[in-house]
């Protein structure tokens, strides 16, 4: 009951993504399985030193850095939301300390290995499969869209004459995103080749499968994975390295910090200062090969 409660909390007053959602669930569910199965214990009765042997459990099991973290986030969330509702007299994961993560850079593509990808012949067809697979990846580092984002774009979400795309983004927040003509006119075809399926069910859903039904994450993951292993070296090639790689080529061409957060969505500048780094990384290498002292 605290748990579904919880999870009724998270989608109408926060109001976040399904994506998000399962997550906290998934999360949830692990460690009420540990808690009953170690302690014989209730939610409601856990206490710090139990959170503490629950993350030691999570780092022994070999779960990084990141993992473990995401994971006490959501149980600090969890009984934060119990002390509010008056349903626990104290929070035990209030003084549980994370372990430290070291600081990564996001991973990219290249805007000049993503301009091949994308305008080659050589990589993509023209039948339904071939052609929503290239629009996929299109929208990914054209719009610079999430997953879940994508996953709820409709044909009515994109203006042709203005060029512009609507995102409906993290905790219902919506943005207008400007794309190229070239993205447009990927748009164009992609709705006159799903029309010619005769699809039993006319969905406004943009992605669709081959059978018509609202596209999901793992069709989503299957053509990022296997388009970007043409182009990129890096072991990871999910769809927010596309995203990522939007916001480099936008920063390394100039673009002001401000404007990418806007672009981006996101709700603090301090998300988007993270791309700052490749762009710096990017400038020493520059500097390394043209100065003459480097």
Known sequence: MLQKSFITYLSHEKRYSQHTITSYQADLNQFREYIQETFELDLSAVKHNHLRSYMVDLMENNNSPQTVNRKISTLRSFYKFLLR????????????????????????????????????EAYFGEDFPAVR????????????????????????????????????????????????????N??????????????NNNLPILIVTNTGSPAYPKLIYRAVTGHLKYVSTHEKKSPHVLRHSYATSLLNAGADLNAIKELLGHSSLAA????????????????KQAHPKA
């Open 85 to 120: 509702e008056g349903k626990i007299i104290s929070n035990p994961a209030a003084l549980i300390k994370a372990p430290k993560v070291a600081k990564r850079l996001p991973v990219f593509v290249d805007s000049q290995k993503m301009d091949h990808l994308l305008d080659s």
């Open 186 to 199: 990927q748009v164009n075809k992609y709705i006159e080749l799903k029309k010619l399926q005769n699809f």
């Open 272 to 287: 988007t200062q993270v791309y700052t780094h490749n762009s710096i990384e990017r400038l020493k290498t520059i500097y």
């Open 133 to 184: 697979d290239h629009l996929i990846i299109e929208l990914l580092f054209g719009a610079g869209l999430r997953l879940a984002e994508l996953l709820q774009i409709k044909e009515s979400d994109i203006d042709i004459y203005e060029n512009t795309i609507k995102v409906l983004g993290k905790r219902n927040k919506e943005r207008v995103v400007p794309i190229n003509k070239q993205l447009i």
